[in-house]
């Protein structure tokens, strides 16, 4: 999963517009660094970091069915 698809899933943001805009400021950090690629692929285990919360990404999200 991309990082501000995560950040918007996650509900860290409340849209893809605020994701990208946070990101791009430096805003959210990716495993203790910050991370300014908005299309940055998670990997298992990363921790996202915005607004000193912390997010752990655990695999992509389940398909609707």
């Known amino acids: 999963m991309k990082l501000d698809q995560f950040l918007k ?29 908005r299309g940055r692929q998670l990997a298992l285990g990363d921790a996202v970091t915005i607004n000193g919360q912390e997010v752990l990404f655990m695999g992509e999200r389940p398909a609707d069915h």
């Open 9 to 37: 899933y996650q509900g860290l943001v409340g849209t893809g517009g605020e994701a990208k805009l946070r990101i791009q400021r430096g805003d959210v950090q990716v495993n203790g660094s910050i991370e300014t690629r």
